[in-house]
Structure formats: structure tokens, C-alpha cells
């Protein structure tokens, strides 16, 4: 990629442009977060950018973290912490909330703060609450700061289960039959409701929650009723989906106002379903990408990601999620994911390379697209 449209500090034209990549965080999932990050510091080019890894511990402090990817990978079934990586226990690194000033600061108790330089673009690989649901994106829009991935609504959008298929619904993608619960209700008439208008089995999710963290299969009323408890001990809102006999489809997708998309690839669990440990703990799943799908199909799961993305106001990249039911329904829409994983595991780098984009220029098209959404939404005029 080039860089020629990267922003340059007016002080050091010639500089290489700085990406931040910021991960961790205060969810559940900090810990894929950790490895997703430890993909991608060791798969971008440093030939072209420098590059400053910033870690979000689970209780929140912004740490200055070791650029060492090696040691971010899941070990002996278990994620790695920035915690585990931080340079220091109480230092905390600070990011600018000047559009005219991208200076980022490293503070510790009882010294000077030691400045970091400017950081150009934000990476943000945060799962989950707190990062991928349009949190992190508000604060570096008030901040000025360009970054990759969607914006703050299309993060919260996708990140909240519910208000994704609301909007899924209103433009007309097909979805499975689904409903909403909120921890306010009380549980045996939800549990009623689920058995009335979608019956057994069913899924149960918390509405913002990823990688599977949280979903239960429930089969029969008890299975029901701590499927509901454990939801809920994640968020105040879930959602809950009829069981589908279905091909699991996923497809990529690139860009902003004109977006692209990859080959579909298929996830084929060893598990009842693809679940956290399917995911990431046993790496057992397999993928067949590109999924084995007849070409009306395949085009037809292309275009259907593409509806998605822009109806649920994406940009940047995401990873949309279809289930196949073939002979039935056909494509139906799953979820879309603006922050996918990069871990070793994840489908996401692969969909792409298998199209013909290598991990390195992936991510430099990310960063790229992210620049070109900073420079569009800033030249919008701000006077009557």
C-alpha cells in the first residue's frame, strides 16, 4: 500500500506514519484480543510504519505494552493479558483529545511524563464491550484521530445483537426467527414466550457479547432457564434464535462507499456448535474456503454480505455471517462482526488470502481505508 495518503507530522514530513494498535479491554474476551493483536504486530509491514502497541488492562488503564507478538499467544489453552505484558504496573498512556494534537503521553506516578510521539492512525482490535461497540470509536472521533474498522454507529449497531436484527429486519434481509429479553423481565414468562414463538431447541445470546462468549444451546426447559441466567450474567439485553439445520457461509468484507467482498469460506464445527473452544481454545473447527457452494450460491452469499454491511452502516472491513439452509430458506443473515479476529484460527485473514490478498497488504488496506473515512467525514462543513 502506499502511504502518500497517510497523514505526515508537519515537523518530520519524511517519518514513517505511526499506527497505534490498541487491545485488551474491559470484556470478557480480553484475552482474544490480546492474540488478535499479537497477529497483527507481527504481520504488519515495519518497513512502512512504525508501530505503537497500547494494551487496555480489564480493569481500564491504558498501558504501554511490549512489542513482542511471540508472547501474545494462547499457551497451554489459556490467553495471554496485557497485564502479562504492560512495561509497567502503574504507568498509563495517555491519548490526545486535540484534533490539533496527536502527541500520545506516557505517564508514571512521581516522574515526568516521557512523550511518545504522534500517533497517525488507531488499530483498534478490542473484542466485545468497551472497544468494538462504538465506545473507543466516539472518543477518537472527539479526538480527531483516524482509525480503522466502522464508525460509531455502525460498531454499536452490530456490536448489540437486538439492534442489528431490528435494522436487518427493517431492510428486509432474511434472518431466522428470533426475539429479544431484557433482564427487567421476568424469567418463567420469557421463558414462556421463547417456547410460544420459537420453540425447542434455541440458542441463547447475550446482545453484546462475541466470540461465542455467553451462547447455550437449550434443548428442553431447564437447559432454557440456565441458558437464560448465564445471558444474562453478561448483559441487561439478549437475544434468543430458533435452532437452524444449517451450513455455517462467512464472507468478508472490504471499504467504505464501495465496498468488496471475499470468496465465502464455511465453518464446519467439531463441536455442537462453533463455540469459544471451537474457536480459539482447540482450534478444531475446520475451514473450507472457499466453502464448496454452487456459483449462484456463492454469488448470491456475496451479495447478501454486501446488503448487510451497508444496511448496518459499516465501513472500513467486517466479517458478515450467513447460515446456508439448503433445499429450505436458502441464505439467511447470522451477524456481522466489525472487529473480526487475526489469531491464527481466524477466518477473516484467510477469506482474504484466499482471494488474493495477502495478511500484510490486508492490513495495510484496512489502515488505508481507515485514513480515507477520517478525510471524508472531515471535510463536511461545521458553519450554517
Known sequence: MSTEN????????????????????????HGI????????LNAIDRTKYDVLPIGITQDGRWA?????PERMAITDRRTPSVDEIAESTEGAVVLPVDPADREVVHSEPGSVPKALGEVDVVFPVLHGPYGED?????????????????????????????????????????????????????????ADRVVAELGLPAFVKPANMGSSVGVTRADDADGLR???????????????????TAREIEVGVLGNAEPRTSVPGEIVPTHDFYDYDDKYVDGAAEMVIPADLPPAVADEARSLALDAYRALRCDGYARV??????????????????????????????????????YADLIAEMVRLGVERHSHRTGFGRQR
Open 6 to 29: 497517510l497523514p505526515q507530522s508537519p515537523d518530520s514530513p519524511s517519518r514513517k506514519p505511526r499506527v497505534a494498535v490498541v487491545f485488551g479491554g474491559r470484556s470478557s474476551e
Open 33 to 40: 484480543s490480546v492474540v488478535t493483536a499479537g497477529a497483527v
Open 64 to 68: 504501554l505494552t511490549a512489542d513482542e
Open 134 to 190: 462504538g465506545t473507543l470509536q466516539g472518543m477518537l472521533e472527539l479526538a480527531g484521530v483516524p482509525y480503522v474498522g466502522s464508525g460509531v454507529l455502525g460498531s454499536a449497531l452490530c456490536m448489540d445483537k437486538a439492534a442489528a436484527k431490528r435494522m436487518a429486519a427493517a431492510a428486509g434481509l432474511p434472518q431466522v426467527a428470533w426475539l429479544t429479553g431484557r433482564d427487567t423481565e421476568d424469567r418463567a414468562a420469557l
Open 226 to 244: 440456565a441458558a437464560l441466567d448465564g445471558a444474562f450474567g453478561f448483559d441487561e439485553w439478549i437475544v434468543v434464535e430458533a435452532a437452524v
Open 321 to 358: 455471517d450467513l447460515f446456508y439452509e439448503e433445499g429450505r430458506r436458502g441464505l439467511l443473515l447470522n451477524e456481522i462482526n466489525t472487529i473480526p479476529g487475526f489469531t491464527p484460527y481466524s477466518m477473516f485473514p484467510r477469506l482474504w488470502e484466499a482471494t488474493g490478498l495477502p
